[in-house]
């Protein structure tokens, strides 16, 4: 595809397989779109040299690559977190970077609360059980409690913390949760401190971006403050936690279960001590997904990086206000948040 009259978009990395949502989406906004992987060896460094913005799922965008392509206006991020873009390095060539926070809120609160409930009631064991022709040998799951006495502890109070709190508002007999943010607790929910969240619930579940504060939020001291019969849930970042010591920590039963969406590695390596721990449940990085989900991650975050490059208001940027601070005016409109009548502290994460 040659270039255009318009501004072009092109797709480092996504892995979907073609560019067609995301086209559809931009073509609106008279933009056009192009996968970089779709291209030879050869040709791929010019068209992502040419391009106004860049789509990008994994690979790293760091300050080399960003001073390698004056011509970029802004990164789009398949997905919530963009730990993998240096927004500092962004920031200083006035480029926007931009986030979908919502296209997945449901999916991964359902997820989250399908781990804890799959670890809480022990359905890999039964599974076992049943293979092992062991019907009857039930007493081996010994203990369960019951969800309505134990105490659900929420570790970000974000869209899919909040989404998490009411859907385990009718299961938990009571919910604790921490966010540095000064944001309304949901109904039902009591505010703690971080490190007593960790001692007193009985299932502790993580929604919070990766930052320098939040890496290994839930290290080897936290772990060790939790009680010897709970559970530990990561649906949110691989390095929030200490993987290494989460092992250690599943061999003496403190927590005495994991069930992680995420790891720092993806796929781990086979050696990893964490794929031999004992009552861990993993699946593999699948919470954000459905079919809608999908196709709302795509259509939206080309949509909006479209309507930037073009000269109009576009929600998720999430260097907006560093990029004002430098002088770079960004096309005004209602903020993602403010559509959705969520507050927008930028309150950093450092626990307590």
């Known amino acids: 595809m040659s270039p255009g009259p318009g501004p072009r978009l092109v797709i480092l990395d996504a892995g ?25 060896p050869e040709e791929r460094g010019a068209v992502v040299a040419s391009a106004e913005g860049v789509l990008v799922r994994f690979s790293p965008v760091d300050s080399e690559l960003i001073a390698r392509h004056p011509r970029w206006r802004v990164i789009g ?11 500092q390095a962004a920031t200083a060539r006035g480029i926007a970077v931009i986030n979908v926070p919502d296209y997945c809120v449901e999916e991964v609160a359902t997820h989250a609360l399908a781990l804890m409930l799959a670890s809480w009631r022990k359905l890999p064991q039964a599974e076992r059980l049943i293979a092992e022709g062991r019907w009857n040998d039930w007493r081996v799951l010994e203990p369960v409690r019951l969800l309505s006495t134990c105490t659900l502890g929420l570790v970000g109070l974000g869209q899919i913390g909040g989404e998490v709190a009411r859907l385990a508002q009718p299961l938990f007999g009571r919910i604790v949760a921490f966010d540095p943010s ?38 080897a001291r936290r772990l060790d403050m939790m009680k010897p019969d709970s559970l530990l849930v990561n649906v949110s970042r691989g390095e929030l936690v200490d993987t290494a010591a989460l092992a250690r920590a599943l061999d003496v039963g403190r927590p ?97």
């Open 77 to 87: 991020r398949y997905g919530v977190g963009v730990d993998n873009v240096d927004i």
């Open 182 to 219: 000064p944001i309304p607790l949901p109904a039902g929910v009591e505010e703690v401190e971080l490190d007593r969240l960790f001692a007193e619930a009985d299932i502790v579940s993580l929604h919070c971006p990766l930052t320098p504060e939040t890496r290994h939020l839930a290290d």
């Open 256 to 352: 005495a279960r994991a069930a992680l969406d995420v790891l720092p590695q993806e796929p781990p390596e086979p050696g990893d001590p964490l794929l031999g721990a004992p009552n861990l449940i993993l699946t593999n990085h699948v919470a954000w997904y459905s079919t809608q989900a999908l196709s709302r991650l795509r259509s939206s975050l080309a949509a909006n990086c479209a309507a930037l490059l073009v000269g109009k208001p576009a929600p998720g940027v999430v260097n907006a206000d560093e990029l004002a601070a430098r002088g770079v005016v960004l096309p005004r409109g209602p903020s993602l948040e403010r559509r959705r009548g969520l507050p927008e502290s930028r309150t950093p994460w450092k626990g307590s």
């Open 16 to 40: 979907f397989g073609d560019a067609a949502e995301e086209a559809r989406a931009a073509e609106p906004f008279g933009v056009e779109v192009e996968d970089a992987q779709a291209r030879t």
